[in-house]
């Protein structure tokens, strides 16, 4: 997606050759209008696949699953982060590790809102090791719904997520692709 990539372009800071920070207008201050049309886009592209829900990982992605939610017009869900590992009889759970902060996490979802009959688009700000959407994919599982793909809004490709998803049989989506990356540059595949 043009757009994305000269936002990228534009105001991305690369930290290193593995961290990308869009802060400005992702992750801490949300460029709407992006935001939105980002939505639309994901959901132009998964519009006849009969998606029930879309489906996120608390916090990032929960701005472009529902822009993406909106455009489809289906619930959004959102996989939520927990420090603790109590047992729940009510909740879906699995551990997770963080690529940002190098920790493991909790990731549940509620039985309550998710069932067999779902097919579901998962949606994230980034694809980076595949470790949350893999994640992701082993909690929706548990509920025997179906999966539709994953959305993303950037892809590092370099690093090992997209093999990982598609490898499982699940469809990769992104809308840019960054194939490299240094402090001084990003470059994006075609
Ligand atoms: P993965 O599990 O694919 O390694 O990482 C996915 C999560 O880590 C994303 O949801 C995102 O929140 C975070 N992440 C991974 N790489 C980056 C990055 O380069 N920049 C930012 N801002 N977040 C990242």
Redesign the pocket.
Known sequence: MELLKNKIKQDGIA?NE??????SF??HQIDPVLMQEMGKDIAEHFKNRNVTKVAT?ES??IAPALMTAVALKVPMIILKKQPSKILNQDLYQTV?????KETNYELTLSKKYIGAEDHVLIV????????????ALRLLRMSHATIAGLA?L?E?SF?P?HEKLISQGIEVYALAQITEMSENHIRFKD
């Open positions: 930290v593995h961290i990308l920070k869009v802060d992702i992750n990982i990032s992605g997770v590790t963080s690529y940002t994230d700000d980034f694809l980076a090791n595949g470790e949350a959407a893999t994640a993303v950037i590092k690093q997520g």
